[in-house]
């Protein structure tokens, strides 16, 4: 089989090697289709390198088909459609223990901190798989662990139909936020710096602003009466953003943290002591996120044919990353079989 690996210093390397038979509690998948995001740029760029372990299979957005089952698995069948919820925990530790698993204190995120789904035979824990419709195309179902992300994010934020909500950052995570919010009932604006991400979202239906030549300040004060958003999501990773979400929200207004940031940033703390804000943190997902997320990509109610900007096969995964540092696409899938 063909697979992806970082291997240290930018680079990545196709290579071959025999598909490993699925061990007792395992099932053996032909990986379909791979999304690849922000977390996988992370590493490529070295900014993980303290973490992982080279060469490594990284991927984590992925779909695909039950191949083989090992010893023990019960439930599943050979030709099932599944995706993957990348978690692993150790369900003893004080996270795990207070029902927080998803956040465990020495959580193995699948891709990461072991191999991921960048490899056309790949060998998961049985309860690890999320059941797929059977008519839903495998490319869609690809974007179940980033519609995820954003289900755990607005259901983080306890938003309410009617809801005034901000998000701050017009890419893959962002579109996918501002998506699910306003399938529950919220009115939605994006704040995002790229012309042609603008341009898609207001295509969409989205409001949006160019925070350089709009006063985001006075424009949410002017649409939300003079109260400020009930919700504002960082997802854009600036040091400007967090330090500007607070001046958006409302009295006893709702921030949440979705983006990775490498380093701690500055944030206003007279605003979230002034407002009463409450400040949240929003990370990966749970089982029911993942449920939820598939349920909204079968009925349609994710702008999938904006988000997919191309399908690439393996062999153009370095070309796809550099597309995706140029700010040329939103989310590009990888066709872990299409071979060349």
């Known amino acids: 089989m063909r697979s992806v690996s970082y291997i240290g210093s930018g680079r990545v390397e196709v290579s071959e090697q025999p598909a490993a038979v699925p061990a007792a509690r395992e099932v053996q998948l032909s990986?379909?289709?791979?999304?690849?995001?922000?977390?996988?740029?992370?590493?490529?760029?070295?900014?993980?390198?303290?973490?992982?372990?080279?060469?490594?299979?990284f991927g984590h957005e992925m779909s695909g088909i039950v191949e083989q089952i090992g010893a023990g698995v019960e439930g599943w069948s050979v030709g099932d459609r599944v995706t993957v919820m990348p978690l692993q925990w150790d369900d003893s530790c004080p996270a795990c223990l207070?029902?927080?698993?998803h956040i465990c204190q020495n959580l193995d995120f699948v891709g990461i901190d072991s191999p991921g789904s960048l490899q056309q035979r790949w060998n998961v824990r049985a309860e690890w798989l999320i059941r797929l419709p059977d008519d839903m195309p495998l490319d869609i179902a690809a974007l179940a662990e980033p519609t995820a992300v954003a289900?755990?994010?607005?259901?983080?934020?306890?938003?309410?139909?009617?809801?005034?909500?901000?998000v701050i950052?017009?890419?893959?995570?962002?579109?996918?936020?501002?998506?699910?919010?306003?399938?529950?009932?919220?009115?939605?604006?994006?704040i995002e710096l790229a012309p042609a991400r603008?341009?898609?979202?207001?295509?969409?239906?989205?409001?949006?602003?160019?925070?350089?030549?709009?006063?985001?300040?006075?424009?949410?004060?002017?649409?939300?009466?003079?109260?400020?958003?009930?919700?504002?999501?960082?997802?854009?990773?600036?040091?400007?953003?967090?330090?500007?979400?607070?001046?958006?929200?409302?009295?006893?207004?709702?921030?949440?943290?979705?983006?990775?940031?490498?380093?701690?940033?500055?944030?206003?703390?007279?605003?979230?002591?002034?407002?009463?804000?409450?400040?949240?943190g929003a990370r990966v997902y749970e089982r029911r996120?993942?449920?939820t997320a598939v349920g909204?990509?079968?009925?349609g109610a994710i702008p999938t044919e904006l988000l997919i900007t191309k399908i690439v096969p393996l062999s153009q995964v370095q070309s796809a990353f550099d597309d995706l540092e140029q700010g040329n696409a939103l989310k590009i899938l990888v066709d872990v079989g299409a071979g060349e």
């Open 169 to 190: 950052g017009g890419g893959p995570i962002g579109l996918l936020i501002a998506s699910v919010a306003r399938h529950l009932g919220a009115e939605v604006v994006v």
């Open 296 to 299: 909204l990509l079968a009925e």
């Open 31 to 57: 990986v379909a289709f791979t999304g690849l995001c922000g977390t996988d740029m992370h590493i490529i760029h070295g900014s993980m390198d303290a973490r992982v372990t080279t060469p490594l299979v």
């Open 198 to 280: 603008r341009a898609q979202i207001a295509e969409l239906g989205f409001e949006t602003l160019d925070p350089r030549v709009t006063n985001q300040d006075a424009w949410v004060e002017r649409w939300t009466g003079g109260a400020g958003a009930d919700v504002v999501f960082e997802v854009s990773g600036a040091a400007a953003a967090v330090l500007g979400a607070t001046s958006l929200a409302k009295v006893r207004g709702t921030v949440v943290v979705v983006a990775i940031h490498p380093t701690p940033r500055p944030i206003d703390l007279q605003r979230v002591f002034w407002r009463e804000l409450r400040l949240l």
């Open 98 to 101: 207070a029902g927080h698993r």
């Open 289 to 291: 996120d993942f449920d």
């Open 151 to 166: 289900v755990h994010d607005v259901r983080r934020s306890e938003l309410r139909p009617g809801d005034k909500v901000v």
